[in-house]
């Protein structure tokens, strides 16, 4: 899996959100290290209810095959678009089922780390959101995973890509993002205050509790 995101978060995919969402290089850096890390943190939470776990598991194998992998940047186009209905590029709508209804109050409390407006970390994490449930889909249809396998994929990714949070630990999606444009992980991760530091499972942990 982590193979995986390393091949789709190549130079082409940033050059295409930066065109897309108007974000410097490091900005956007930093708040992929913040957003995706939250997401798959959603996602897991959701899974811990056998009735999520099915959902989840449904939506991947009926809408979410990894196909949308192949043209990230038409997906980044429509993500956030409220008339883009598709099930597999509704950005909007797989965000709002991720956090249950709580995305404007998740994006408020990103804004304040990320030091953008709301609506910018909303339409980030919309324009996302395909992406993240097409390297879920196509993982679990790749390594024909069950659901409790899903479910194990959601916890390893949370554990591995938050320790980018860790000031001490380094390692996690900031470090690999940092490896990917060329700016060095290390001095993001290195930060005294670090987003996910500040964001991580205590905010997700109060808002679904």
Same mark, same amino acid.
């Given at each position: 899996?982590?193979?995986?995101?390393?091949?789709?978060?190549?130079?082409?995919?940033?050059?295409?959100?930066?065109?897309?969402?108007?974000?410097?290089?490091?900005?956007?850096?930093?708040?992929?290290?913040?957003?995706?890390?939250?997401?798959?943190?959603?996602?897991?939470?959701?899974?811990?209810?056998?009735?999520?776990?099915?959902?989840?598991?449904?939506?991947?194998?009926?809408?979410?095959?990894?196909?949308?992998?192949?043209?990230?940047?038409?997906?980044?186009?429509?993500?956030?678009?409220?008339?883009?209905?598709?099930?597999?590029?509704?950005?909007?709508?797989?965000?709002?089922?991720?956090?249950?209804?709580?995305?404007?109050?998740?994006?408020?409390?990103?804004?304040?780390?990320?030091?953008?407006?709301?609506?910018?970390?909303?339409?980030?994490?919309?324009?996302?959101?395909?992406?993240?449930?097409?390297?879920?889909?196509?993982?679990?249809?790749?390594?024909?995973?069950?659901?409790?396998?899903?479910? =194990? *994929?959601?916890? #390893? !990714?949370? %554990?591995? &890509? /938050?320790? $980018? @949070?860790?000031?001490?630990?380094?390692? =996690? *999606?900031?470090? #690999? !993002?940092? %490896?990917? &444009? /060329?700016? $060095? @992980?290390?001095?993001?991760?290195?930060?005294?205050?670090?987003?996910?530091?500040?964001?991580?499972?205590?905010?997700?942990?109060?808002?679904?509790?």
């Amino acid at each position: 899996m982590i193979e995986l995101v390393q091949k789709v978060m190549n130079p082409d995919t940033f050059n295409s959100l930066e065109e897309k969402t108007g974000l410097d290089k490091s900005k956007l850096q930093e708040a992929l290290g913040t957003l995706l890390p939250t997401m798959i943190e959603a996602l897991g939470n959701n899974a811990q209810s056998e009735e999520g776990a099915a959902a989840l598991a449904n939506a991947l194998d009926r809408d979410h095959d990894g196909s949308i992998l192949e043209n990230l940047s038409e997906a980044f186009e429509f993500g956030d678009k409220a008339e883009d209905t598709g099930k597999a590029t509704d950005g909007l709508g797989i965000v709002y089922h991720m956090f249950g209804g709580q995305q404007e109050h998740v994006a408020n409390q990103l804004s304040q780390s990320l030091g953008l407006n709301s609506a910018t970390v909303m339409s980030l994490m919309a324009k996302l959101a395909p992406m993240v449930m097409g390297l879920l889909g196509k993982a679990k249809k790749d390594g024909g995973m069950d659901i409790g396998q899903l479910v =194990g *994929l959601l916890s #390893m !990714l949370s %554990g591995v &890509l /938050g320790k $980018g @949070g860790s000031a001490q630990g380094g390692g =996690g *999606l900031m470090d #690999m !993002l940092g %490896g990917l &444009l /060329g700016g $060095g @992980g290390n001095q993001a991760s290195a930060q005294p205050e670090s987003p996910l530091k500040t964001i991580g499972a205590s905010i997700l942990k109060n808002i679904f509790k």
